[in-house]
């Protein structure tokens, strides 16, 4: 699977996709929130499609 992300100025979209797309999330981006915010964010979604990192193959931010 490989997880692919987009940052932008007003949302943070998430895709995990293998050989179709899986799953696609988007937050809201809030310059209040630190990194650490967005990667226990980013572990709960993944936690809740039954996403284990070991599944990622590889990234692309």
Do not use: C
């Not at 699977?1 to 809201?28: A, C, E, P, Q």
């Not at 936690?47 to 599944?55: L, Q, S, V, Y």
């Amino acid at each position: 699977m490989k997880l692919l992300v987009d940052i932008g100025n007003s949302n943070i979209t998430i895709g995990v996709y293998n050989t179709k797309w899986k799953h696609v999330w988007r937050f809201d981006t809030n310059k209040k929130q630190n990194s650490l915010f967005y990667a226990i964010k980013l572990n709960d979604v993944l936690w809740e499609a039954g996403i284990k990192p070991m599944d990622i193959e590889f990234k692309v931010l």
